[in-house]
């Protein structure tokens, strides 16, 4: 739960200019962008919003396809 919370405050927080996005969080995005399972920034295996998962450095992905 509190990766949910953090992932969504570090979203908004990008949304309204307050933050830079991280590198591994771009490079995770750039993944998801190419995977079959993303819906419209939602991903279908996980039901997770990803611009919020993909900022949260302790989540990953259930297929493997981010580095660790």
Known sequence: MIAIV???TKH???DLGF???PEF???R???CAECPFNDK???KECGCFLP???LVKT???RLGKWPQ
């Open 6 to 8: 953090e992932g969504w």
């Open 12 to 14: 908004l927080l990008n």
């Open 19 to 21: 933050t830079e996005v």
């Open 25 to 27: 969080a771009n490079q």
């Open 29 to 31: 995005a750039s993944i």
């Open 41 to 43: 920034q939602w991903c």
């Open 52 to 54: 919020a998962k993909t």
């Open 59 to 61: 989540e990953n992905c």
